[in-house]
């Protein structure tokens, strides 16, 4: 084989060898959402517990069902900005719940609504009844991170969610976890926010994915294999071509 085709054979196998681990990493992938759905199921299908007795086992309250009964706070209600639903621009509206005998607030994800800068909302059309019973499922808050969260121009509305940045806005502590809400809103349609759907529980793209990692690997394959085929035919037609031209011509003795 020529340099040429030596080196073409070298690279396709070091891709196709990169393309099969790749594919295996995506079924790997496959794999850990199969396990993460399975436990979803699991904790989003028991049944509702109050929701500060779910808290007390942090390892498994993430994505717990759950259930509190208290007093909206909506004069401390913060906003998350850039969500999006179905194609359009808003917000999350997160409303303290007060309960009963209790110096810690639980905040509540109420839902998206709509907002043209996906920022800035009027929070008084959003109001619900002030005395709630919410059921929905655990989210923990995440505290640190990068990146801004307060926005100067709203300051009632966060780039995203900061335990730390939501408690210094609030006058008394708050639960390390949130409540997504996910019980239909008790208010007219046109002023009812748009209840946050619980995870999807599907395989993703994966297996799509591995498939066509491993269709690349077998093309660089057959690539290598069709070159140093048309190389050995090129090498023997060389070969024969010169043996022709070497011949001796007959002698006329005459």
């Known amino acids: 084989m020529t340099r040429r085709t030596i080196g073409f054979v070298v690279f ?25 759905n399975a436990m979803l199921a699991t904790r989003l299908g028991a049944e509702a517990g109050p929701a500060f007795d779910v808290m007390r086992d942090s390892a498994t309250a993430q994505f717990r069902r759950a259930t509190a009964r208290g007093i909206y706070d909506f ?44 920022m800035s909302i009027d929070f008084g059309r959003w109001v619900e009844a002030d005395t ?52 239909p809103p008790r208010t007219v349609a046109d002023s009812a926010t748009v209840r946050v ?23 660089g394959l057959i690539g290598a294999a069709v070159i140093m085929r048309a190389d050995r035919r090129g090498s023997q037609h060389a070969r024969s071509a010169r043996g022709t031209v070497r011949q001796p011509f007959p002698r006329d003795e005459t």
Do not use: K, M
């Open 12 to 36: 396709a196998a070091i891709v196709s060898a990169v393309c099969v681990r790749l594919g295996f990493w995506q079924l790997d992938r496959r794999e850990e959402r199969r396990a993460l």
């Open 75 to 118: 004069a401390n209600e913060v906003a998350v900005g850039s969500r999006t639903h179905q194609g359009s621009p808003g917000v999350h509206v997160l409303t303290p719940l007060r309960i009963s005998g209790r110096d810690t607030a639980l905040l509540v994800n109420r839902g998206w609504v709509y907002s043209p800068d996906a």
């Open 132 to 183: 709630a019973t919410v059921t929905g499922y655990l989210l923990a808050l995440p505290r640190g991170g990068t990146g801004l969260v307060s926005i100067p121009a709203n300051p009632r509305t966060v780039r995203r969610l900061d335990a730390d940045s939501i408690a210094a806005r609030l006058p008394y502590p708050i639960a390390p976890f949130l409540l997504v809400q996910t019980a």
């Open 197 to 219: 759907a619980t995870p999807v529980l599907d395989e993703g793209p994966h297996l799509g994915y591995a498939f066509q990692w491993f269709a690349f690997a077998l093309i």
